[in-house]
């Protein structure tokens, strides 16, 4: 009998170790595997119940899980279940995306998790783990690229699917998703403000101003408002003036602070404003602010063409003669660097400017001269903000993963090619953050694109503007000769109206306290009528 001893323990060895096995290691004295209660460890549990039987790596792997040596435990994973049929299935897949969360790879790790096809049939320890791991509020839940798998509402939550499905989800034909989303969330909560805020845009993108409207003005009452005040001001000023209320929407202009990055844009379109009430003065002492050569890197080509045409109904000739030659100085330079900017897009300003988004929200003016060099709506596109923060956090991960690999050298089994399935890791998450790079540039590259087809539609609009001051010059005599009765005149009214604010002509020092104090009058041939 003592002879096949042995030989049944050579047969036992080679057998997989079962989830009875933590029993035999009680059995043999070694009490690890239960808690200070007496009861099974909760990770060891979750271990027995997904894998019923265990190879000696996956009983490894299960040590190191249990002693929450994650590091460890992704280090064994290749071994442990690389081409196993419980690495393709969904405890699988959720409990590997959990160990790359443990280990900082936390948007990749999510992401892994979202590929679950089942999510109600997790196992409910894992998803207790997940919850706990990443909250609804944890920030890496809104860098997450994933289509959403409406069981994962029941089970990680309403304001976890916010965060996930929102981002960038206006759409005029997503509009009935939209406000089904809104339903399932709390009132005065931050998702319902966002994704209200995402209606809004949506609205206003398919025509539908009025209802716009109306979810704004609730809007812009509601607590935890993710969206700034002087955004949701502007886009109240937008949506009055497409109504054509006027003088609602200037005052809403006005109301725009000048530290923001919209104040520029408030100007120009409160400019508008004027212009439809037939008052070109005001709209002329607006531009006599944002025209001025301190803010030309601020201010888009709209500006001048609106300068142009405001002096054209005054028959300030002289004025319009100067500002075709304004468009052509300011606008020529530009036109060249973006068209720099569309052919390769990663330049020493760009990368500059990447990576102090990283650190903080750049605003237009903290750029300074590199505003001249840059696509003006650079520093408050949303799209590109967000992809900044993808890029960075990727990055990051994709450094982690190159010291996950040195450390799995010295940390991890004594497994041949161990360090291989390591190193195909930490390719693919350097090649996914290099991907997230190329679309960062990619949508400078679009700012871009945009803006240079916008410098060359108000050209064809500034050609338009110099025929006409052709034709009305040879005809301004006339027009004056036809108007010798007692003139017309036009006083501006925008801007400060204290005691102290600046007339033309002022061409003194510039003060940003003193900038949109500016007021005019008008006295022209082509606003003349006769008296009647």
Known sequence: MKKFLPILLFSFLMLPVTAMGDDLLELLGNEEVKTQEGTIHPRAALMGRLLTSRTAEQNIFTQFFK??????????????????????????????????????????????????????????????????MAPETHDSWTLVKSMWNPQWTEILGVATEIRVRSRNLFDPEKVAEIEDLIKKTSLSSWERAWVEWQLVLSLSLKGDIGKAAKVLAHLMKAENNPIGKDLMTITASRLLYQNGYLDPSIRYYQQVSKSSDYWFEAQEEMGWAYIRKGQPQNTLALMKTIMIPEFSGFVGPESVFLNSLAQLKICDYPGVAQSLKTYRSRFRPKASKLMALIESADQK?????????????????????????????????????????????????????????????????????????????????EKRATQAKNATLSRVQRLAKDELGEIQRILDKLHIVEAELIQQLSLAERVVAANTDKIDIKKGTTGSQSPDRLTFPFEGEIWFDEVSNYKIDVKKGCQAKKKR
Do not use: C
């Not at 994650?70 to 959720?94: C, H, I, M």
């Not at 049939?121 to 997940?130: E, F, N, P, R, Y």
């Not at 990576?355 to 903290?366: A, F, G, Q, S, Y």
């Open 67 to 132: 002693e929450g040596n994650y590091k460890k435990a992704l280090y064994q994973w290749p071994v442990a279940f690389e081409g196993s049929t419980f690495e393709s299935t969904d405890n699988g897949r959720a409990l590997y995306g959990m160990l790359l969360f443990k280990n900082g790879l936390e948007v990749l790790g999510l992401e892994t998790i979202m590929t679950v096809s089942e999510p109600k049939g997790l196992d409910k320890d894992l998803v207790s783990m997940v919850r706990e």
């Open 349 to 429: 300003v760009v990368r500059s400017f990447i990576e102090r988004m990283k650190e903080k929200r750049v605003t237009l003016r903290e750029l300074g001269g590199e505003a001249t060099e840059l696509p003006r709506f650079i520093t408050r596109d949303e799209i590109l903000a967000h992809q900044i923060r993808i890029q960075a956090r990727l990055e990051k991960e994709a450094k982690l993963a190159g010291e996950l690999y040195a450390q799995s050298l010295s940390g991890g089994t004594g497994q041949v090619g161990f360090q291989a399935s390591i190193e195909r890791f930490r390719k693919s998450v």
